[in-house]
């Protein structure tokens, strides 16, 4: 079944133009990785997927479970199951983690017609998923992000995405910044939220992240544009021949 | 997202109305007879109205302060009416014969008059323009041998006391705005805690200022005495009017040996319209005095209201090991203007003082925190630790911070950190992108900011300042 279907995407930022026609179908169940070089437009894809207020729609349209997504502010959209991990999560002193994952918790969980959690069940929940990420309960008393080393905070981020349960998750650069050991829990934590009824979408320079979420499609962006899409195979060629001979193409 | 700030920076004031009740007051204008008029109506003793003139006198002499950075036009002091109440109609016996009108008043502002109605058992007492509606939980209070009432009640039941103690604090001669309250003062609350007691529970007074072109000058006075404890709060609110009005109030705090005063205060007076029309000058002189050793003060504040406000609750720290704390959170948006901070002088010795300040600029307003530290040479021994934080929402407000320390004791620790961060679109995003509203978003962002100054406020009044800054969102989006 479709999730999300883009077409002929374009989107600007302070009046220049970064998208210039993307087109992307995405079913439930799979993975897909966009790769590009910097500036090539992947990650601005994803925050206007997710509608960060800086970027521009100037063409196209984006379908999610054949909803118009521009239609929903980015709130709705979080709450209809599109979810963004980011590349440089932001910290929000004197705000607990705990206290914010619960209200966001809660909010989807309203959203979904289903019963909010009180701190007491919200505390019994967030400690069986943090096990996801190995990660120390002790951050969750912690203020959001504030003094968390690089990767805990990308640690935290998927933290967020297996309390939410999206129907999609764009991981914006997940993997920079991490060291090996931590990629590989970052990595087995995305994998284990794996299902049939969700996808993921993978946005990333390097092909060492796809070596622990194997992607069912690789797509390679270029000055704002897919210019290719292949299987995992894709990846390794890039990592041998760099991106210069599809730039001829493009 | 900007116009989601500018939408919660618009909201509108929810106590701005006026109550239609019939007014008794002195005409405009201040002279030495208006002063023996207020003083003939409040049936003051001989020694009183001497206070009050010699006062005048002193003010008469006295600048009007430029040192803040403040700006209005020149204030008219014969244009301000310096007495106001509301027709009595006959004395009081109970809570049941307050004026209707009045009643509906404070109950439309969530403070009800009724003691059963009062939650958790905080006394009040209700102060409306000049006068003192009523007290609850006097007798109550009165078992344990505090003295909890409206000021010219103390004046006329303990005048022993009031004399004692009325301007040990903050003298006539202080400031000019301290000097026009001595002169002109109308009501405040008495708070008499006796030695060796702890109040039962917290005392209150709530203020409210009706009549248009009416003053405020109400005069606070707590002692504890040696042992004593009380935790002190504060509430304003003023209709809203097109002209400024001008609030000089007087509180004068004493602690005794190991005595310990907290005083909490919620301001919310109208802060004028978006450009800046109307609202009300605070100009206020909060002074304790820690003269007992290891004796300790604390003031907190939210201030949220006022067109201006100019407020420096301070501590003299002259009892060795005394404590002095300040922790506040000043609010100003639109053309809001507000100097506040704080003072802590360290006489004694081991002598203690922590300043916690949060400042929040919204709109084109201007917010700074004034501070001065100041260690005496016979302060062996003292510290102070201070932090000055200041959030920006919009790109036309202003923070400003101006610290003083004055250190003359070599073993003085002293400490100052300073921190200016905005409320940035990405942390708005942040909160979008997992499914939290816009003004949830808000909310939690600068509860969290002031989260330091929240959790030194009394529960229920933690409640209500949080409940201020989520009535500031209401209705913000959409």
Not at chain 1, 148 to 171: C, H, T, V, W, Y
Not at chain 2, 357 to 362: C, L, P, T, V, Y
Request: aromatic letters at 8%; a negative charge.
């Amino acid at each position: 079944m479709k999730l999300l279907e883009v077409k002929g995407l374009k989107a600007s930022v302070e009046g220049i133009s970064i998208l210039r026609g993307v087109d992307l179908e995405i079913n439930a169940g799979e993975v897909h990785a966009i790769m590009g070089l910097n500036g090539s437009g992947k990650s601005t894809l994803s925050k206007v997927l997710a509608g960060h207020p800086s970027y521009q729609v100037t063409g196209g349209e984006v379908l999610f479970n054949g909803q118009d997504l521009f239609e929903l502010p980015p709130e709705e959209r979080a709450r209809v199951g599109l979810f963004l991990a980011f590349q440089y999560p932001v910290e929000v002193p004197g705000v607990s983690n705990s206290a914010f994952l619960r209200l966001a918790y809660n909010t989807i969980q309203t959203s979904r017609g289903k019963d909010e959690l009180d701190p007491l069940e919200f505390d019994d929940l967030v400690r069986e998923r943090i096990k996801v990420v190995e990660m120390d309960p002790a951050f969750l008393d912690r203020s959001v992000n504030e003094g968390f080393s690089g990767g805990e905070k990308k640690r935290n981020e998927i933290l967020q995405m297996a309390l939410l349960d999206p129907k999609l998750a764009i991981l914006d650069e997940t993997d920079s910044g991490l060291d090996i050991d931590a990629l590989r829990i970052v990595a087995n934590g995305v994998n284990s939220l794996r299902s049939e009824h969700n996808a993921i979408v993978m946005v990333t320079h390097y092909q060492r992240l796809l070596n622990y979420i194997v992607p069912d499609f690789v797509h390679v962006m270029d000055a704002g544009r897919i210019v290719k899409t292949g299987d995992k195979t894709l990846a390794l060629e890039l990592e041998e021949r760099g991106y210069d001979w599809l730039r001829a193409v493009a | 997202m900007n116009t989601t700030l500018q939408q919660w920076v618009d909201q509108p004031y929810r106590h701005g109305f006026v109550t239609d009740i019939e007014t008794e007051i002195v005409p405009k204008g201040l002279n030495e007879s208006v002063i023996r008029m207020i003083s003939a109506k409040k049936d003051e003793p001989e020694w009183l109205l001497d206070f009050r003139l010699a006062s005048y006198r002193r003010w008469l002499t006295m600048e009007v302060p430029s040192w803040a950075k403040v700006s209005h036009p020149p204030i008219d002091f014969q244009e301000i009416i310096y007495f106001a109440q509301p027709k009595p109609k006959k004395q009081l016996d109970s809570m049941d014969e307050v004026d209707p009108e009045l009643r509906k008043t404070f109950e439309k502002l969530g403070v009800p008059l009724h003691e059963q109605k009062v939650m958790a058992g905080v006394a009040v007492d209700v102060i409306f323009d000049s006068v003192s509606v009523t007290t609850t939980y006097k007798s109550k209070l009165a078992e344990v041998g505090i003295i909890f009432c409206s000021l010219s009640e103390a004046v006329r039941e303990y005048p022993e006391l009031v004399k004692q103690y009325l301007g040990s604090v903050v003298p006539a001669s202080d400031n000019f705005y301290a000097a026009l309250n001595s002169a002109v003062f109308t009501e405040g609350s008495f708070c008499f805690i006796p030695k060796g007691t702890k109040c039962p529970m917290d005392l209150s007074t709530y203020f409210r200022i009706n009549t248009e072109g009416s003053g405020q000058f109400e005069r606070t006075l707590i002692i504890a005495e040696e042992g004593a404890s009380v935790s002190y709060l504060e509430g304003c609110t003023a209709p809203r009017f097109d002209t400024n009005q001008l609030h000089a109030a007087v509180v004068e705090l004493v602690a005794l040996d190991y005595a310990e005063i907290k005083y909490s205060t919620v301001q919310n007076w109208y802060a004028g319209d978006e450009n800046g029309v109307g609202g009300i000058y605070n100009f206020v002189t909060k002074r304790g005095m820690c003269r007992g050793v290891h004796s300790k003060i604390s003031w907190t504040q939210v201030e949220t209201g006022s067109a201006i406000t100019w407020k420096y609750p301070s501590c003299i720290l002259l009892g060795e090991g005394s404590v002095g704390e300040f922790y506040s959170v000043a609010l100003t948006n639109h053309r809001q203007q507000a100097d506040t901070g704080t003072k802590m002088v360290h006489v004694g010795r081991h002598t203690k003082s922590t300043i916690v300040s949060k400042g929040i600029s919204a709109g084109r307003s201007d917010n700074g925190y004034r501070g001065l530290v100041k260690i005496l040479p016979h302060a062996t021994g003292a510290r102070n630790y201070s932090q000055c934080d200041s959030m920006l929402i919009g790109e036309a407000c202003r923070a400003n911070t101006y610290p003083t320390v004055e250190v003359r004791n070599e073993t003085a620790i002293v400490e100052h950190e300073a921190s200016t961060s905005k409320i940035g679109e990405d942390q708005m995003f942040l909160f979008a992108q997992r499914g939290i509203g816009q003004e949830e978003a808000i909310s939690m962002i600068i509860n969290g900011f002031c989260r330091d100054v929240f959790m030194h406020l009394p529960l229920e009044f933690a409640v209500e300042a949080t409940k201020l800054l989520g009535l500031k969102l209401e209705g913000s989006v959409g």
